[in-house]
Protein backbone atom coordinates (compact mmCIF):
# COMPACT_ATOMS: atom_id res chain seq x y z
CA UNK A 1 0.00 0.00 0.00
CA UNK A 2 2.07 2.96 -0.88
CA UNK A 3 1.22 6.53 0.46
CA UNK A 4 -0.02 9.32 -1.26
CA UNK A 5 -0.52 11.97 1.21
CA UNK A 6 0.96 12.74 4.31
CA UNK A 7 -0.49 15.50 4.95
CA UNK A 8 -0.12 16.30 9.04
CA UNK A 9 -3.47 16.93 11.11
CA UNK A 10 -2.31 20.83 11.54
CA UNK A 11 -2.68 21.66 7.88
CA UNK A 12 -6.59 21.13 7.59
CA UNK A 13 -7.35 23.64 5.25
CA UNK A 14 -7.21 22.01 1.75
CA UNK A 15 -10.46 20.97 0.75
CA UNK A 16 -10.54 17.32 -0.12
CA UNK A 17 -14.31 17.12 -1.31
CA UNK A 18 -17.38 20.35 -1.19
CA UNK A 19 -20.66 19.47 -1.62
CA UNK A 20 -22.69 22.80 -2.40
CA UNK A 21 -26.34 22.54 -2.61
CA UNK A 22 -27.17 19.27 -3.41
CA UNK A 23 -30.84 18.30 -4.18
CA UNK A 24 -31.31 14.73 -4.72
CA UNK A 25 -35.04 13.52 -5.49
CA UNK A 26 -36.28 10.05 -5.34
CA UNK A 27 -39.37 8.60 -7.11
CA UNK A 28 -40.68 5.68 -4.45
CA UNK A 29 -42.15 2.52 -5.56
CA UNK A 30 -46.07 4.24 -4.84
CA UNK A 31 -45.12 6.99 -7.23
CA UNK A 32 -44.67 9.53 -4.28
CA UNK A 33 -41.23 12.37 -4.71
CA UNK A 34 -38.88 11.85 -1.93
CA UNK A 35 -36.40 14.44 -1.28
CA UNK A 36 -33.52 13.11 0.14
CA UNK A 37 -30.98 15.71 -0.32
CA UNK A 38 -32.24 19.45 0.28
CA UNK A 39 -29.56 22.37 -0.83
CA UNK A 40 -27.26 19.69 1.03
CA UNK A 41 -23.52 21.67 1.73
CA UNK A 42 -20.52 20.62 3.64
CA UNK A 43 -17.54 19.96 2.84
CA UNK A 44 -14.05 17.46 3.81
CA UNK A 45 -10.66 18.76 4.37
CA UNK A 46 -7.72 16.75 3.59
CA UNK A 47 -6.18 15.08 6.99
CA UNK A 48 -9.45 14.92 8.99
CA UNK A 49 -12.08 12.36 10.01
CA UNK A 50 -15.41 14.08 9.46
CA UNK A 51 -18.69 12.33 10.96
CA UNK A 52 -21.80 12.79 9.38
CA UNK A 53 -24.96 12.17 11.78
CA UNK A 54 -28.50 12.34 11.14
CA UNK A 55 -31.65 11.02 12.15
CA UNK A 56 -32.87 7.85 10.04
CA UNK A 57 -33.67 8.90 6.77
CA UNK A 58 -32.15 11.99 7.07
CA UNK A 59 -30.05 11.83 3.73
CA UNK A 60 -26.21 10.04 4.75
CA UNK A 61 -26.07 7.39 2.86
CA UNK A 62 -27.53 9.87 -0.29
CA UNK A 63 -24.70 12.29 0.00
CA UNK A 64 -22.32 9.72 0.41
CA UNK A 65 -23.31 7.68 -2.45
CA UNK A 66 -23.31 10.93 -4.63
CA UNK A 67 -19.96 11.59 -3.88
CA UNK A 68 -19.06 8.02 -4.90
CA UNK A 69 -20.88 8.33 -8.38
CA UNK A 70 -23.28 5.65 -7.07
CA UNK A 71 -26.31 8.18 -7.77
CA UNK A 72 -26.94 11.53 -9.58
CA UNK A 73 -27.79 14.88 -7.60
CA UNK A 74 -30.59 16.66 -9.34
CA UNK A 75 -28.80 20.13 -8.66
CA UNK A 76 -26.10 21.57 -7.02
CA UNK A 77 -22.36 20.89 -7.63
CA UNK A 78 -19.86 18.17 -5.56
CA UNK A 79 -16.19 18.68 -6.32
CA UNK A 80 -13.75 16.36 -5.26
CA UNK A 81 -10.21 16.58 -5.66
CA UNK A 82 -10.53 19.66 -7.35
CA UNK A 83 -12.71 18.43 -10.13
CA UNK A 84 -16.14 18.73 -10.67
CA UNK A 85 -18.56 15.45 -10.19
CA UNK A 86 -20.02 13.92 -12.15
CA UNK A 87 -17.63 14.43 -15.06
CA UNK A 88 -14.36 13.65 -13.15
CA UNK A 89 -15.55 11.13 -11.82
CA UNK A 90 -13.61 8.43 -13.17
CA UNK A 91 -10.71 10.52 -12.06
CA UNK A 92 -11.37 10.60 -8.40
CA UNK A 93 -12.85 6.99 -8.32
CA UNK A 94 -9.20 6.04 -7.95
CA UNK A 95 -8.67 7.91 -5.17
CA UNK A 96 -11.24 6.99 -2.97
CA UNK A 97 -11.89 3.65 -0.66
CA UNK A 98 -15.51 3.01 0.09
CA UNK A 99 -17.74 1.15 2.58
CA UNK A 100 -21.32 1.69 1.80
CA UNK A 101 -24.51 -0.41 3.03
CA UNK A 102 -22.27 -3.66 4.38
CA UNK A 103 -19.57 -5.16 2.19
CA UNK A 104 -20.90 -8.07 -0.35
CA UNK A 105 -18.03 -11.12 -0.20
CA UNK A 106 -18.57 -14.39 -1.82
CA UNK A 107 -19.29 -16.41 1.39
CA UNK A 108 -17.65 -19.73 1.08
CA UNK A 109 -14.40 -18.13 0.09
CA UNK A 110 -11.85 -16.79 2.55
CA UNK A 111 -11.57 -13.29 3.92
CA UNK A 112 -7.65 -13.02 2.42
CA UNK A 113 -8.98 -14.74 -0.86
CA UNK A 114 -11.85 -12.54 -1.18
CA UNK A 115 -9.62 -9.60 -1.09
CA UNK A 116 -7.32 -11.51 -3.04
CA UNK A 117 -9.62 -11.14 -5.98
CA UNK A 118 -11.14 -7.47 -4.95
CA UNK A 119 -7.47 -6.98 -4.97
CA UNK A 120 -7.06 -7.52 -8.67
CA UNK A 121 -9.32 -5.15 -9.57
CA UNK A 122 -7.15 -2.56 -8.43
CA UNK A 123 -3.90 -4.36 -9.59
CA UNK A 124 -2.58 -5.03 -6.24
CA UNK A 125 -1.03 -8.29 -5.25
CA UNK A 126 -0.43 -10.41 -1.84
CA UNK A 127 1.68 -8.09 0.36
CA UNK A 128 -0.87 -5.29 0.32
CA UNK A 129 -4.05 -7.74 1.09
CA UNK A 130 -1.95 -9.40 4.16
CA UNK A 131 -1.29 -5.42 4.91
CA UNK A 132 -5.04 -4.77 4.76
CA UNK A 133 -5.80 -7.70 6.82
CA UNK A 134 -3.10 -6.64 9.35
CA UNK A 135 -4.46 -3.35 9.66
CA UNK A 136 -8.02 -4.04 10.25
CA UNK A 137 -6.53 -7.00 12.66
CA UNK A 138 -7.91 -9.48 10.78
CA UNK A 139 -4.25 -11.62 10.27
CA UNK A 140 -5.32 -14.55 12.72
CA UNK A 141 -8.94 -15.02 10.88
CA UNK A 142 -7.35 -14.41 7.19
CA UNK A 143 -7.72 -17.89 5.91
CA UNK A 144 -11.31 -19.00 7.59
CA UNK A 145 -14.59 -18.42 5.07
CA UNK A 146 -16.54 -15.53 4.61
CA UNK A 147 -19.55 -17.36 5.65
CA UNK A 148 -18.18 -18.31 9.45
CA UNK A 149 -17.36 -14.30 10.28
CA UNK A 150 -18.80 -12.46 13.20
CA UNK A 151 -20.83 -9.32 12.02
CA UNK A 152 -17.80 -7.26 12.81
CA UNK A 153 -15.25 -9.71 10.96
CA UNK A 154 -17.82 -8.47 7.84
CA UNK A 155 -17.56 -5.25 8.60
CA UNK A 156 -13.60 -4.58 9.35
CA UNK A 157 -13.56 -7.06 5.90
CA UNK A 158 -15.40 -4.53 4.13
CA UNK A 159 -13.08 -1.41 5.50
CA UNK A 160 -9.98 -3.98 4.31
CA UNK A 161 -11.33 -3.85 1.01
CA UNK A 162 -12.05 -0.12 0.41
CA UNK A 163 -8.02 0.15 2.06
CA UNK A 164 -6.80 -2.09 -0.77
CA UNK A 165 -6.01 0.81 -3.47
CA UNK A 166 -4.79 3.13 -1.19
CA UNK A 167 -7.61 5.74 -1.18
CA UNK A 168 -6.66 9.12 -0.11
CA UNK A 169 -10.14 9.41 1.13
CA UNK A 170 -12.35 6.42 2.51
CA UNK A 171 -15.74 6.89 2.92
CA UNK A 172 -17.06 4.42 4.76
CA UNK A 173 -21.82 4.05 5.73
CA UNK A 174 -21.76 3.03 8.79
CA UNK A 175 -18.62 1.32 9.62
CA UNK A 176 -19.31 0.67 13.31
CA UNK A 177 -22.91 -1.02 12.95
CA UNK A 178 -23.51 -3.87 14.88
CA UNK A 179 -19.76 -3.92 16.10
CA UNK A 180 -19.48 -4.94 19.82
CA UNK A 181 -17.70 -2.23 22.51
CA UNK A 182 -14.32 -3.72 22.14
CA UNK A 183 -14.28 -3.69 17.86
CA UNK A 184 -16.02 -0.23 17.86
CA UNK A 185 -13.02 0.97 19.74
CA UNK A 186 -10.16 -0.75 17.14
CA UNK A 187 -12.38 0.73 14.63
CA UNK A 188 -12.00 4.26 16.29
CA UNK A 189 -8.02 3.45 16.69
CA UNK A 190 -7.92 2.36 13.13
CA UNK A 191 -9.27 5.65 11.78
CA UNK A 192 -6.81 7.41 13.77
CA UNK A 193 -3.61 5.55 12.97
CA UNK A 194 -4.62 5.77 8.79
CA UNK A 195 -5.64 9.16 9.38
CA UNK A 196 -2.18 10.07 11.37
CA UNK A 197 0.03 7.62 9.45
CA UNK A 198 -1.18 7.49 6.15
CA UNK A 199 -2.76 11.67 5.98
CA UNK A 200 -6.03 9.49 5.31
CA UNK A 201 -8.99 11.63 4.90
CA UNK A 202 -12.01 9.77 6.28
CA UNK A 203 -15.80 10.19 6.09
CA UNK A 204 -17.62 8.06 8.25
CA UNK A 205 -21.55 8.71 8.91
CA UNK A 206 -22.29 6.87 12.79
CA UNK A 207 -25.28 6.78 14.87
CA UNK A 208 -22.65 6.11 17.67
CA UNK A 209 -22.23 9.57 18.85
CA UNK A 210 -20.17 8.89 21.48
CA UNK A 211 -17.64 7.18 19.06
CA UNK A 212 -17.66 10.22 16.95
CA UNK A 213 -16.95 12.47 19.55
CA UNK A 214 -14.12 10.60 20.34
CA UNK A 215 -12.76 10.23 16.83
CA UNK A 216 -14.32 12.88 14.58
CA UNK A 217 -12.19 15.94 13.78
CA UNK A 218 -15.11 17.75 12.87
CA UNK A 219 -19.16 16.28 12.34
CA UNK A 220 -21.90 17.26 9.55
CA UNK A 221 -25.21 16.93 11.26
CA UNK A 222 -28.15 16.59 8.79
CA UNK A 223 -31.98 16.46 9.10
CA UNK A 224 -34.03 15.90 6.03
CA UNK A 225 -31.58 16.42 3.79
CA UNK A 226 -30.24 19.67 5.01
CA UNK A 227 -26.87 20.36 7.14
CA UNK A 228 -28.45 21.90 10.09
CA UNK A 229 -24.79 22.15 12.46
CA UNK A 230 -21.27 21.72 11.24
CA UNK A 231 -17.88 22.26 12.26
CA UNK A 232 -14.73 21.00 14.38
CA UNK A 233 -15.61 19.16 17.09
CA UNK A 234 -14.75 21.23 19.76
CA UNK A 235 -15.98 24.27 18.46
CA UNK A 236 -19.90 22.17 18.53
CA UNK A 237 -18.89 21.27 22.21
CA UNK A 238 -18.27 24.49 22.95
CA UNK A 239 -21.08 26.68 21.85
CA UNK A 240 -23.29 23.69 23.29
CA UNK A 241 -25.46 23.76 26.27
CA UNK A 242 -23.43 23.81 29.72
CA UNK A 243 -25.46 23.18 32.93
CA UNK A 244 -25.03 22.75 36.48
CA UNK A 245 -26.22 19.44 38.51
CA UNK A 246 -27.70 20.04 41.75
CA UNK A 247 -28.08 16.95 43.85
CA UNK A 248 -30.55 18.22 46.72
CA UNK A 249 -32.89 16.03 49.31
CA UNK A 250 -35.78 18.85 48.50
CA UNK A 251 -35.90 19.05 44.94
CA UNK A 252 -39.00 21.02 44.99
CA UNK A 253 -38.20 23.66 47.51
CA UNK A 254 -34.44 24.34 45.81
CA UNK A 255 -36.38 24.73 42.44
CA UNK A 256 -38.06 27.55 43.66
CA UNK A 257 -35.21 28.93 45.66
CA UNK A 258 -33.22 28.69 42.51
CA UNK A 259 -35.31 29.80 40.18
CA UNK A 260 -36.82 32.75 42.65
CA UNK A 261 -33.05 34.21 42.18
CA UNK A 262 -33.84 34.85 38.22
CA UNK A 263 -31.67 30.99 37.33
CA UNK A 264 -33.16 28.78 34.13
CA UNK A 265 -33.79 25.47 35.94
CA UNK A 266 -34.97 22.38 34.87
CA UNK A 267 -36.18 18.85 36.84
CA UNK A 268 -34.34 15.49 35.80
CA UNK A 269 -33.38 12.03 36.90
CA UNK A 270 -29.73 11.44 37.55
CA UNK A 271 -28.14 8.13 38.43
CA UNK A 272 -28.84 8.85 41.82
CA UNK A 273 -32.40 10.08 41.59
CA UNK A 274 -33.87 13.57 41.57
CA UNK A 275 -31.69 16.12 40.22
CA UNK A 276 -32.02 20.05 38.97
CA UNK A 277 -30.20 21.41 35.76
CA UNK A 278 -29.38 25.06 36.34
CA UNK A 279 -28.11 26.94 33.20
CA UNK A 280 -25.03 28.23 33.24
CA UNK A 281 -24.63 31.93 34.47
CA UNK A 282 -20.82 31.84 35.12
CA UNK A 283 -17.71 29.79 34.34
CA UNK A 284 -17.90 28.61 37.78
CA UNK A 285 -21.62 28.89 38.99
CA UNK A 286 -20.75 26.80 42.22
CA UNK A 287 -20.02 28.99 45.15
CA UNK A 288 -23.17 31.38 43.79
CA UNK A 289 -25.46 28.29 43.80
CA UNK A 290 -24.43 27.29 47.00
CA UNK A 291 -24.47 30.49 48.48
CA UNK A 292 -28.53 31.09 46.98
CA UNK A 293 -29.04 27.53 48.65
CA UNK A 294 -27.41 27.74 52.26
CA UNK A 295 -29.16 31.56 52.63
CA UNK A 296 -32.52 29.16 52.32
CA UNK A 297 -31.47 26.15 54.37
CA UNK A 298 -30.70 23.43 51.77
CA UNK A 299 -27.43 21.86 51.03
CA UNK A 300 -26.74 20.05 47.64
CA UNK A 301 -25.36 16.59 48.05
CA UNK A 302 -23.69 17.18 44.85
CA UNK A 303 -22.94 20.17 42.60
CA UNK A 304 -21.22 19.46 39.28
CA UNK A 305 -20.71 21.35 36.07
CA UNK A 306 -21.50 19.06 33.14
CA UNK A 307 -20.27 20.11 29.65
CA UNK A 308 -22.09 19.53 26.38
CA UNK A 309 -21.49 16.09 24.93
CA UNK A 310 -21.47 15.56 21.18
CA UNK A 311 -25.32 13.66 22.03
CA UNK A 312 -26.27 16.68 23.81
CA UNK A 313 -25.56 19.38 20.27
CA UNK A 314 -26.92 16.61 18.03
CA UNK A 315 -30.26 16.49 20.45
CA UNK A 316 -30.52 20.67 20.60
CA UNK A 317 -29.42 20.52 16.76
CA UNK A 318 -32.28 18.18 15.95
CA UNK A 319 -34.95 19.79 18.34
CA UNK A 320 -33.98 23.57 16.60
CA UNK A 321 -34.08 22.15 13.37
CA UNK A 322 -37.76 20.33 13.52
CA UNK A 323 -39.17 23.79 15.29
CA UNK A 324 -37.87 26.11 13.12
CA UNK A 325 -39.31 23.64 10.42
CA UNK A 326 -42.77 24.04 12.64
CA UNK A 327 -42.47 28.00 12.47
CA UNK A 328 -41.92 28.16 8.83
CA UNK A 329 -44.41 25.64 7.89
CA UNK A 330 -41.87 23.53 5.82
CA UNK A 331 -44.16 20.51 4.33
CA UNK A 332 -43.12 17.08 3.74
CA UNK A 333 -42.78 15.62 0.34
CA UNK A 334 -46.06 16.07 -1.41
CA UNK A 335 -46.59 13.13 -4.02
N1 LIG B 1 -33.35 4.48 -4.02
C1 LIG B 1 -34.26 5.15 -3.35
N2 LIG B 1 -35.54 5.24 -3.77
C2 LIG B 1 -36.45 5.96 -3.08
N3 LIG B 1 -36.18 6.64 -1.96
C3 LIG B 1 -34.92 6.59 -1.48
C4 LIG B 1 -33.90 5.84 -2.14
N4 LIG B 1 -32.75 5.99 -1.43
C5 LIG B 1 -33.05 6.77 -0.38
N5 LIG B 1 -34.34 7.13 -0.41
C6 LIG B 1 -35.02 7.99 0.56
O1 LIG B 1 -34.22 9.13 0.77
C7 LIG B 1 -34.22 9.51 2.14
C8 LIG B 1 -32.78 9.53 2.66
O2 LIG B 1 -32.32 8.20 2.70
P1 LIG B 1 -30.84 7.81 3.15
O3 LIG B 1 -30.70 6.37 2.96
O4 LIG B 1 -29.86 8.70 2.46
O5 LIG B 1 -30.89 8.18 4.71
P2 LIG B 1 -29.82 7.87 5.85
O6 LIG B 1 -29.55 9.18 6.53
O7 LIG B 1 -28.67 7.14 5.29
O8 LIG B 1 -30.66 6.94 6.84
P3 LIG B 1 -30.17 5.74 7.81
O9 LIG B 1 -29.64 6.38 9.06
O10 LIG B 1 -31.44 5.00 8.09
O11 LIG B 1 -29.15 4.93 7.09
C9 LIG B 1 -35.11 8.52 2.86
O12 LIG B 1 -36.39 9.09 2.98
C10 LIG B 1 -35.14 7.33 1.93
O13 LIG B 1 -36.34 6.63 2.05
MG1 LIG C 1 -27.88 5.28 5.67
Known amino acids: MTVRSTAPKDTLGE ?20 TALDGFSMTIPRGSVVGLLGPNGSGKTTALKALLGLVRADAGTIRAFGRQLPEGQALVAS ?21 RLLGELHGVGAETVAEALELVGLTQAARRPYSGYSLGMKQRLGVAGALLAAPELLVLDEPMNGL ?21 TIVVSSHILAEVELVCDRV ?11 GPVGELL ?56 AEHGLYPQELRLRQASLEDVYINAIREADAARGATGAAGDVG
Do not use: C, W
Open 15 to 34: ELVRFDGVVKRFRTSLGRRQ
Open 95 to 115: RMGALIEGPAFTASLSGERNL
Open 180 to 200: DPEAVRDMRALFTRLRDERGM
Open 220 to 230: TIVRHGTVIRD
Open 238 to 293: DRGTVHTVVRVEDVTAARSVLERAGLAVTAAVGPQGPELHVGATAADPGPALLKVL
